[in-house]
C-alpha cells in the first residue's frame, strides 16, 4: 500500500516523492502560493475584521 506522506520520519527536509510533487511541482504550492496580506509589509490592521451579513 501506497501512503500520501509528505515527509520521511515527520523530518521537513526530507520530502517523499508525493510531497516534492505536492510542494515543488509545476503547479505546486511554490510555484501558486501567495502571502496573504495580512503578512505583508507594512500591514497595520489590528482590529479583526467585521463580521459579515448573512443574506437569506
Known amino acids: 500500500m501506497q501512503y500520501l506522506d509528505l515527509v520521511t520520519n515527520f523530518d521537513p527536509g526530507q520530502l517523499t516523492s508525493w510531497g516534492r510533487r505536492l510542494f515543488n511541482g ?7 502560493a ?9 500591514a497595520t490592521r489590528t482590529t479583526p475584521p467585521a ?4 443574506h437569506h
Open 26 to 32: 509545476s503547479n505546486g504550492i511554490v510555484a501558486t
Open 34 to 42: 501567495k502571502e496573504a496580506a495580512v503578512f505583508s509589509a507594512g
Open 51 to 54: 463580521v459579515p451579513l448573512l
